[in-house]
Nanobody, 121 residues
């Protein structure tokens, strides 16, 4: 069974940085991505990356501030979040699929349990 375990969430002041990690066990996925869900809002796409890093996608709201990367030797994907804003406050979910990376949530078959990120002003 594929399992995704996120870590690295926490509380930070606006302008600060956090790095999220997501370790996959049991399977190797082509695409891994991050989604987030703020209180009272739908879950939304944040970033996705292909196995070799050749295809990377970001939501417009995080471009230039967030960087997705992966270490295939560790079967882990990372999300480096800089210049954080209060609007970035959400539960961040790691997702994975065997197909190519996509922004479409329903196409991801495997999900982590989520990690809370809180940005205070």
């Amino acid at each position: 069974q594929g399992q995704l375990v996120e870590s690295g969430g926490g509380s930070v002041q606006a302008g600060g940085s956090l790095r999220l990690s997501c370790a996959a066990s049991g399977r190797t996925f082509n695409a891994m991505g991050w989604f987030r869900q703020a209180p009272g809002k739908e879950r939304e796409f944040v970033a996705a990356i292909s196995w070799n890093g050749g295809s990377i996608y970001y939501a417009d709201s995080v471009k230039g501030r967030f960087t997705i990367s992966r270490d295939n030797a560790k079967n882990t994907v990372y999300l480096q979040m800089n210049s954080l804003k209060p609007d970035d406050t959400a539960v961040y979910y790691c997702a994975a699929r065997y197909g190519p990376p996509t922004e479409t949530e329903r196409l991801y078959n495997y999900w982590g349990q989520g990690t809370q990120v809180t940005v205070s002003s």
